[in-house]
């Protein structure tokens, strides 16, 4: 089945509303598209319009390729998909595809960006903070949202591999003791989610059971407050509903974490709209910015996937909305770390994508072939893919009807059903917005005072987002002597190998 079939069949079926079991999805509607629109598209309203700018306004923020480090581009990537361009180190008038760059074997600290192995390829593994991979398939896993082909060619340093065989890589070298969220969100995104599979150790493995991992991995202990260990768990729960099936075993385990979570974050959340600057650990609110987009940007970005589309209109959230879209607006000109910033823009593009039309089919503007991608660019359009393979790898019980496309992105429409929320305290309504970060903060990307903003790349050993200091239960991160800042407030989220 063509990569264009596919696209559509899903476009037709996120029109289609379930009438069967509440535990069915509602809207299967696919969010991993490309984030190009015009203004005129969006309904001209002022909630609307807020959006619309806050992803302008953050878009301008440049990266520029051999400067900003590769978990950065990747960051960026996660945003803009194929949209975002690069600009050069050595001709700033000049861009490049990021997805291109990143994948054409270029080199970073003098260590390529993708490594070859025995079953494929894999991302540059953690070297030191914010540079590679900060956990086991965090490149593929943000990738993915691009919905990049699976004959898509990277470049290592010895030999030229596809998306396919790092998919392969992912399965084959999974295993137990390791943290498997963005392994998770790969594999739900490329593989059935009955998919079973041998890995190196010729250990039985499945989506299942990778789900089932994260079912039991306590929030608190996850990078970034839990954040994206519940948005790989929605996104596994998402694909798993656009088959049809109804929640059972480990799949309604997971359906039920997810709503004691939205329960709980909402119930957590500010009267000025922003999220406990505390993640799940108890009630916080900050007048600084970057703690702010840090812990606000990260909990709506996986609300924007856990969340059915019939709930994206309500109050709560819409505030929640307004104040992660207002704080990058009002806060446009301030040097900001890419991560934190990255995923705050993000939650708002899979907002628009899930509320406005014509954001369903992913826009590929690239080659396949490596050898290709010097030369004239063909039409945005999935019709440039390849056609002759299957879009993803199914299981070999799976049902041919099953068979799903490669960046599928579902999202239930099911009614969530939570407790009643515990009391939360929260600063006054008019909680003000700070624009000057404290002094300590790293500046990462600092637009000018003009625009449009251009940026300048940290120093090698800025971090790239501050969220609190780890509590005793928090993951295990690398030694502070890394850090030549010691003033700088490192996340686990690129400090774990």
Same mark, same amino acid.
Request: overall charge neutral; proline content about 9%; aromatic content about 8%.
């Given at each position: 089945?063509?990569?264009?079939r ?21 809207d299967?509607?696919?969010? %991993? #598209?490309?984030?190009? =629109?015009?203004?005129?598209? =969006?309904?001209?309203?002022p ?9 302008q ?5 440049r990266?520029?390729?051999?400067? @900003? ?13 194929w949209?975002?361009?690069?600009l ?9 595809s990021a ?11 003098g ?6 192995t ?5 991302? @540059?593994a ?15 896993? /943000? ?8 004959? /898509? ?18 399965k ?20 059935e ?8 150790a ?6 299942e ?5 994260q ?26 509903? %656009?088959? #049809?099936?109804?929640l ?8 039920q ?12 959340q ?8 505390d993640?799940?650990?108890?009630? *916080?609110?900050?007048e600084?910015?970057a ?5 606000? #940007?990260?909990?709506?970005e ?15 959230l ?19 770390d ?6 705050g823009? @993000?939650?708002?593009? $899979? /907002? ?5 039309p *014509? /954001?369903?089919?992913?826009k590929?503007?690239?080659h ?5 991608? *010097?030369?004239?660019k063909?039409?945005? *359009? ?20 099953t ?5 599928? $992105? ?5 009614p ?16 003000? =917005?700070?624009?000057?970060p ?15 903003p251009?940026?300048?790349a ?7 987002e501050?969220?609190?200091?780890a ?13 030549t ?8 989220d690129?400090?774990?190998?």
């Amino acid at each position: 089945m063509s990569i264009e079939r596919i696209w559509i069949r899903f476009a037709v079926m996120a029109v289609m509303v379930s009438g069967t079991a509440s535990l069915c999805a509602e809207d299967a509607t696919t969010v %991993s #598209g490309e984030i190009a =629109v015009t203004a005129a598209s =969006v309904a001209s309203d002022p909630f609307a319009d807020q959006i619309e700018k806050a992803i302008q306004v953050t878009s301008q923020r440049r990266l520029t390729a051999g400067v @900003h480090t590769p978990w950065q581009v990747v960051h960026g990537i996660l945003a803009q998909r194929w949209d975002l361009a690069l600009l050069k180190k050595d001709k700033p008038n000049e861009e490049i595809s990021a997805i291109e760059w990143i994948t054409s074997g270029v080199t970073f600290d003098g260590e390529p960006l993708w490594q070859s192995t025995p079953y494929g390829g894999r991302g @540059h593994a953690f070297t030191r903070p914010y540079a590679f991979e900060g956990h086991p398939t965090q490149f593929m896993g /943000y990738m993915t949202m691009a919905n990049i082909p699976l004959e /898509y060619e990277v470049k290592t340093a010895d030999k030229v591999v596809t998306i396919r065989e790092i998919i392969h890589d992912a399965k084959m070298n999974v295993h137990t003791g390791v943290e498997i969220t963005w392994t998770l969100w790969t594999l739900a995104h490329y593989e059935e989610p009955d998919a079973h599979w041998f890995n190196a150790a010729g250990e039985p493995w499945s989506i299942e059971r990778l789900v089932k991992m994260q079912v039991d991995e306590p929030v608190t202990s996850g990078a970034c407050g839990g954040c994206h260990g519940l948005f790989a768990l929605a996104y596994a729960r998402n694909m798993y509903l %656009s088959t #049809g099936k109804p929640l059972r075993g480990v799949w309604f385990e997971a359906d039920q974490k997810i709503k004691q979570y939205i329960a709980l974050a909402r119930a957590l959340q500010n009267a000025d709209g922003s999220f406990s600057t505390d993640h799940f650990r108890g009630p *916080g609110y900050s007048e600084d910015f970057a703690t702010r987009i840090t812990t606000s #940007g990260h909990q709506l970005e996986w609300l924007m996937i856990a969340l059915p589309k019939s709930k994206l209109e309500e109050e709560w959230l819409r505030r929640g909305i307004a104040n992660v879209a207002r704080d990058l607006i009002n806060n446009r000109h301030v040097a900001s770390d890419c991560g934190p910033l990255f995923h705050g823009m @993000h939650a708002l593009v $899979v /907002y628009r994508q899930r509320t406005v039309p *014509g /954001y369903l089919v992913p826009k590929f503007n690239s080659h396949i072939k490596l050898s290709e991608r *010097g030369k004239k660019k063909p039409a945005a *359009g999935v019709a440039t893919a390849p056609t002759s393979p299957k879009a993803k790898v199914t299981a070999p019980d799976a049902p041919a009807t099953t068979t799903a496309p490669v960046g599928k $992105v579902t999202v239930p429409a099911t009614p969530v059903t939570a407790p009643a929320p515990t009391p939360a305290a929260t600063p006054a309504a008019t909680a003000p =917005v700070v624009t000057t970060p404290p002094a300590t903060t790293p500046a990462v990307i600092t637009p000018p005072a003009a625009t449009p903003p251009a940026a300048t790349a940290p120093a090698a050993t800025a971090a790239t987002e501050t969220p609190k200091p780890a509590s005793p239960a928090a993951p295990e991160t690398k030694p502070t002597t890394q850090e030549t800042n010691p003033t700088t407030q490192v996340d686990v989220d690129a400090t774990k190998k």
